[in-house]
């Protein structure tokens, strides 16, 4: 497949330094042909001239308005070439499902477009998984790489003291799964996992913690409080993806659970 293979000579740094460079080389010169008959510029209260300023912002918004028209149009001429949606996600830094939601449309416009083999079988139910995490931009793609794998009811909650708090409400679905955080306010998931384990209502639902830390106490620690499984968060986007979509494909595609009361 076309741009299977598509990698990037630079770090992301060193592509942002370019880009930025020459977007801001490009925002200046349209900026200054603005103004080189200007009107009566206003003075701010402390005498500063803020119209070069001004200028350049309404220059730098029409040129990310730009920007995101010929994003578009280059998604749409790469998968018109062949490419998918997890190339697509890669070219921009975004995870595959990231880039469909960004493009929900691109392959309904294309000549050709590439097979997209669905990952699992639709379940009879919804798997319910409660997300115990604070990071707002983990969360995000927790929920992007969860979404993929299929019929997915996921709640999200900041801290072990809310988790407890919907798992104990009768109405609440019970988990399937609950995937937790160790670095939280008021309940962190150490605490929180301690209180799971220690309930017999709630022991049976398998725990995985999903944390930016690989120190070796932290993970004696959740083994030892009997967190099912310990997983470090990848730095690295597709990895990250990959990583939460493993979690699921064991946890609810393979093993066994235990049957709703």
């Known amino acids: 497949m076309p741009g299977k ?3 990037v000579r630079t770090s992301p740094q060193e592509t942002a330094a370019v880009a930025d460079a020459a977007v801001d080389e490009l925002a200046r010169r349209i ?12 003075r701010s209260p402390s005498g500063a001239d803020p119209t070069q300023a001004l200028a350049l912002l309404h220059v730098l918004t029409h040129l990310q308005r730009a920007a995101e028209r010929l994003q578009r149009d280059a ?27 960004r493009w929900p449309g691109l392959f309904q416009h294309s000549n050709e477009a590439p097979t997209e083999h669905q990952m699992m079988t639709t379940p009879a139910r919804p798997f319910d998984v409660l997300l115990v995490e604070d990071d707002v931009a983990d969360a995000m793609l927790i929920e992007e790489a969860l ?21 104990r409400t009768p109405d ?32 049976t639902i398998p725990v995985v913690v999903l944390t930016t830390s690989s120190a070796p106490d932290d993970v004696a620690d959740a083994y030892n409080s009997h967190a099912n499984a310990y997983v470090t968060k990848p730095v690295n986007l597709a990895e990250f993806e990959q990583a939460v979509q493993s979690i699921d494909a064991f946890y609810l595609e393979t093993a066994a659970r235990l049957p709703r009361t």
Do not use: W
């Open 172 to 203: 609440s679905a019970r988990p399937d799964l609950i995937v937790l955080d160790l670095n939280m306010p008021r309940m962190n998931g150490r605490d929180l996992l301690r209180v799971l384990k220690a309930d017999e209502e709630l022991q």
């Open 75 to 101: 998604a749409l001429d790469a998968a018109r070439a062949g490419a998918g949606y997890p190339q697509i996600g890669v070219a921009c830094d975004m995870t595959r499902q990231g880039a469909r939601r």
């Open 31 to 42: 900026a200054l042909q603005l103004l080189e008959d200007p009107p009566h510029r206003p």
């Open 147 to 167: 979404s993929a794998r299929g019929a997915r009811n996921l709640v999200q909650v900041t801290d072990g003291v809310a988790a407890l708090e919907y798992l």
């Open 5 to 7: 293979n598509f990698v």
